[in-house]
Structure formats: structure tokens, C-alpha cells
């Protein structure tokens, strides 16, 4: 009797120790699952797989090696073409003549501006420094509104007389006076002219004629 009893507390004593055992288990594995996931650690991974991504773009350029944009005269050209029949007033760039404008042109220029410009009303007019101006601006080129002024104060890449005109690109055309240049014009390649004549012919196109011209040039950044 002694031995069954001594066998049935050493059975129990086993089974809570057991059961004990089971208990500790399941409350770590809670607490294990329970605890917060560092989120810090996986966004600083995030980071520098940002960090690492590159965006280049497809054609890199060079900031310290730009290259120059290449030009086009045509544009040049197109200009002056689509001015073909506006007015003259002297002084005017391309703006449109109203009674206002005309009061304010005749102004400023009192002699060179006369009634005859008037007909030119409601019409976008030029004088020829103007129109030369305007043209050139396509291409980003600036000249002086003035034709003396341009022939002394703009960068040329070329420039001479009438005898080595090049004759396959687009320059300025000046003509010679008393006082320095005094008048100005497109020469468009090919033996084609367009100027702002005057009051009378307003711009107009026509043959190059070189005994009515002096010089001519080409200004950095054309070709």
C-alpha cells in the first residue's frame, strides 16, 4: 500500500511539473509575437534603396560642357517673308499703327515722320533697322535699333564688301552716307532682298543689287 501511494504523488508531481513547463512556453511565445516590430530598421532600408535608385534621364547634359545651340537662319527668313506689304514709319518695330501711334512716331520724329505714313493705318509697320531688328530676334540675335549703330556696335562673325558677299547665306545689307549708315536690309539668300523701302513701298521684296548696297555682315552666333 505504502509503494502504490509513493508511485501516485511521484505520478502527479510529474504531470504539474509538466503542466508548468506548457504554461511558460505558451506565455513566451504570446509575449515573443506581442512585442512591436521595429519599424525604424525598415524604414531606414527604404531609404537607401531610395537613395540608390537613379533617375538619369535619357540625354544627360553636361552643365559644364553645354553645347551651343545650332542655329537657323530660315527662321530668319520666314520673318521678313511674313512682313512682306506692311507699312513704314520711322521709329516703328513691328507694332500696329493706330491715330495714337502715329501722333507719338511723328513726336519722336518729327521730320522723318510724315502724313504719308498715315495710309499705312491699322497695319503692323517697320522702319528698316526694324524690321532687321525684329528678324534677327528669332534667332535670339540683338541689334540696335538704329542702322549706324549696328554696323559700329554688333559682334560680326563676318563682314566686307559687296565683292565677297556670300551669296548661299543670310546677312545685313547696309548702304553708306554722309553721316554713317542709312539704311539697312535683309539680304535672304540667293540673290533675294527684303527691306523696309520706305513710306511710300512700305517692305518689299527684290533682286540683290549690289551698286545700291556698301557692306554687309553676318553677327556672331548666326553660323
Excluded at 116 to 131: N, P, Q
Excluded at 149 to 155: D, E, H, L, V
Excluded at 204 to 223: Q, R
Aim: proline share 4%; charged share 30%; aromatic share 10%.
Amino acid at each position: 500500500m505504502k509503494y502504490i501511494l509513493f508511485f501516485l504523488l511521484f505520478f502527479l508531481s510529474i504531470i504539474q511539473l509538466d503542466a508548468r513547463h506548457h504554461h511558460h512556453s505558451g506565455k513566451d511565445k504570446y509575449m515573443k509575437s506581442s512585442k512591436p516590430k521595429d519599424k525604424t530598421k525598415n524604414k531606414e532600408k527604404e531609404k537607401v534603396k531610395d537613395e540608390n535608385k537613379t533617375d538619369k534621364p535619357k540625354n544627360p547634359s553636361n552643365p559644364s560642357n553645354p553645347q551651343k545651340r545650332k542655329s537657323n537662319p530660315s527662321n530668319i527668313v520666314k520673318y521678313a517673308n511674313d512682313a512682306l506689304g506692311s507699312g513704314y514709319v520711322y521709329g516703328s518695330s513691328g507694332q500696329v499703327l493706330t491715330d495714337s501711334q502715329y501722333r507719338e512716331f511723328k513726336r519722336n520724329h518729327p521730320k522723318e515722320v510724315t502724313n504719308e505714313s498715315r495710309k499705312w493705318r491699322h497695319k503692323k509697320v517697320y522702319d528698316c533697322s526694324g524690321l532687321v531688328k525684329r528678324a534677327f530676334e528669332q534667332e535670339g540675335i540683338k541689334l540696335p535699333h538704329n542702322a549706324d549703330k549696328a554696323w559700329r556696335k554688333t559682334n560680326w562673325s563676318q563682314k566686307g564688301d559687296m565683292k565677297n558677299l556670300p551669296k548661299d547665306k543670310v546677312c545685313i545689307l547696309y548702304r553708306q552716307g554722309k553721316d554713317g549708315m542709312k539704311h539697312t536690309g535683309i539680304y535672304a539668300g540667293n540673290g533675294k532682298v527684303i527691306e523696309a523701302s520706305g513710306e511710300k513701298s512700305g517692305v518689299i521684296e527684290s533682286k540683290f543689287d549690289s551698286s545700291k548696297w556698301n557692306k554687309w555682315g553676318i553677327p556672331e552666333g548666326l553660323y
